[in-house]
């Protein structure tokens, strides 16, 4: 009996052994010892030390430093700056008649406020095109906008308007008259 679990014993380890050796057939360890199985020469201890000192005088560069700007803006600058590059956008509900020659029709504009020989004007543009150059008057007044950018039409009388326009370098308001 001690022989028949002997041998059954042994058939166990023999054929589990063989199993496990079938499992690791073409794995890492078949180039066990060979220095150049992945295409790598050996490097001798004069290339390494040499490799090291031409690295060890140079400093690494920030490539992420902008060239020419201040690196040490906080988040609420760029944001602040980035944001002043969007032009904002105003809905006008009426035809506007600027001057007595020229009317804006009733649409979407792009607004923007420039200072131009000493004066103020704000400039509505379609597709970059500017449809109207309208003189403006510059004011320290914020309009109680909590926002940097924007412009807004307020009403102001029974045939005017006044279009309101803050930007990072000034804010400006205009009255215009409407078309009838």
């Known amino acids: 009996m001690r022989k ?5 014993l042994f058939a166990i380890i023999a054929f589990s052994s063989n199993s496990n050796l079938a499992i690791a057939d073409g794995d890492l360890w078949d180039n066990y010892g060979d220095q150049n199985v992945y295409g790598q020469k050996a490097v001798s201890d004069e290339e390494f030390l040499k490799a090291l000192e031409s690295k060890k005088g140079k400093k690494k560069k920030d490539k992420n430093i902008p060239k020419g700007e201040s690196f040490q803006q906080s988040n609420e600058t760029n944001a602040i700056i980035n944001e002043s590059k969007e032009l904002p956008i105003l809905m006008v509900p009426l ?29 509505f543009y379609q ?22 950018n924007f412009v807004k039409i307020l009403p102001h009388g029974q045939n005017h308007i006044q279009v309101i326009y803050g930007g990072i370098d000034f804010n400006a308001y205009s009255i215009i008259d409407i078309a009838q």
Not at 4 to 8: A, E, G
Not at 103 to 111: A, D, E, F, L, N
């Open 4 to 8: 028949l679990l002997l041998y059954i």
């Open 95 to 123: 035809d506007l008649k600027v001057d007595n020659k020229f009317v804006i029709p009733t649409g979407h504009y792009q607004v923007e406020g420039v200072r131009e020989d000493g004066k103020t004007y704000l400039k």
């Open 127 to 148: 597709a970059h095109y500017v449809i109207a150059k309208i003189p403006a008057t510059e004011t320290l007044d914020d309009f109680g906008e909590k926002t940097i």
